[in-house]
């Protein structure tokens, strides 16, 4: 009857230079009497010496190791009886502390096994695209030109309100209240001339920008000499000319 070979070390994972391993070698499927008990190191026969010590008792052998840098290779436990042969392997693997590092992740790896299977560095991520600040919720609108000269009776200036935020938005232009111009669902702008301007056009512009997070507003005033104002919310600036 073929014999059926388990072999196990007395550790789990990778072990390092000096620790002592025991491979335990358990034949079943035949008389015991009859094993006879064989051990490899990759294809050289392993025998007892100074750092290897090997016992065989019945249907079960150990091999007691003192791990040398030579030893992180295939263990071969090969079993015989009066008719056949069967075998069982494991490698040993080396726990070495290796880095990796990848300026990209900043990571280091550590305690890999790293005989025969160590591992390459993660790939690095695609570059990062330029940083953009995010936009406000809340629309924030601002006129151009934000300080305009002085306007003479007669003339004609072009204002245009636009804003930032999250689109789209409800632009209006507004005189103490009364509706100048509207354009609704817009992500652009919406501008606003005063044609032929007269005495009573020397007044504030106000423009209000409105999406699904809020309402602002923002004013410039039309001085015909002296100063131009802006008026941000509460806040309003002027300009000696």
């Known amino acids: 009857m073929r014999p059926t070979v388990t072999l196990s070390p007395s550790v789990s994972g990778p ?39 090997i016992t065989s008792d019945g249907s079960t052998s150990t091999l007691m190791l003192t791990v040398g840098p030579d030893d992180f290779v295939n263990y071969t436990c090969s079993v015989n009886n009066t008719f056949t042969e069967a075998s069982d392997s494991i490698v040993l693997m ?22 025969q299977f160590r591992l390459p560095c993660p790939p690095s991520p695609p570059p990062l695209p330029p940083y953009l600040p995010p936009l406000p919720a809340f629309p924030v609108p601002f006129i151009t030109p934000e300080a305009p000269d002085p306007v003479v009776l007669g003339s004609s200036i072009t204002l245009t309100c636009a804003s930032h935020g999250i689109g789209p938005f409800n632009l209006t232009w507004s005189v103490n209240g009364i509706l100048l111009a509207r354009e609704e669902e817009v992500n652009t702008s919406l501008s606003f001339t005063v044609d032929l301007v007269s005495t009573d056009d020397y007044t ?22 002296g100063t131009a104002t802006v008026c941000n919310g509460w806040q309003c600036g002027g300009m000696q000319l």
Do not use: K
């Open 15 to 53: 072990v390092s230079v000096g620790d002592v391993v025991i491979f335990t070698c358990t034949a079943s499927g035949g008389v015991p009497s009859e094993y006879s008990f064989r051990w490899f190191n990759g294809s050289v026969e392993v025998m007892s010496g100074d750092s290897v010590g």
């Open 94 to 115: 080396e726990a070495c502390e290796w880095s990796c590092h990848d300026s990209a992740y900043q990571t280091e790896l550590t305690d890999i096994a790293c005989s």
């Open 204 to 225: 504030s512009y106000t423009c209000t920008s409105q999406n699904r997070d809020g309402v602002n507003s923002t004013s410039v005033t039309l001085e015909p000499a």
